[in-house]
């Protein structure tokens, strides 16, 4: 299982644009095609490029957990990043390239990012976490503040 944690990914310019623009609601359940991305987001993207192949991406679908959990975890505990609109047709499991989080805020009792193989990722300002798809994972209870950016690369436009 591939996992790749990186702390300090952005200077302090740009997480601040990040989170001004996070914080505007500009990535509320986003889709950006390749050919028009988003800066900040498709730097993420193209650093998943260096551990990931990403060969025939055509966007990336980013959406935000502003002091929220995933709702699947609020009711069955565990996840896959999956295409939800097929899955919700037929149950058919598509994943994307890779799944990626990034914390924008991180000031809280708990929350931390658990994955299947008992992998513990805890949420710090500025990380980026980067693992392979297909892989269950869910986001702990927590107290406090945490802010996050997801992000999956998909080779395919996605149904809405």
Not at 23 to 30: I, S, T, W
Not at 69 to 87: A, I
Not at 111 to 140: C, D, M, S, T
Request: charged share 25%.
């Amino acid at each position: 299982m591939k996992v790749i944690i990186i702390d300090n990914f952005f200077d302090k310019y740009c997480l601040k644009n990040l989170q001004e623009k996070a914080n505007l609601g500009k990535f509320e359940n986003q889709w950006f095609n390749m050919d028009k991305p988003e800066t900040y987001t498709c730097n993420i993207v193209n650093t998943g490029a260096d551990h990931f192949p990403i060969a025939g991406i055509v966007g990336y679908e980013v959406w935000a957990h502003d002091n929220t959990r995933p709702v699947s975890d609020e009711y069955y505990d565990w996840h896959y990043d999956k295409d939800e609109y097929r899955w919700s047709l037929n149950q058919v499991l598509r994943f994307p390239i890779f799944s990626a989080v990034f914390y924008l805020k991180a000031n809280c009792f708990g929350g931390q990012l658990l994955l299947e193989n008992g992998v513990q990722i805890e949420p710090v300002v500025n990380r980026l976490v980067l693992f392979e798809a297909g892989i269950k994972h869910r986001v702990r209870k927590f107290k406090g503040t945490r802010y996050s950016l997801n992000i999956n690369p998909w080779r395919r436009k996605l149904e809405r």
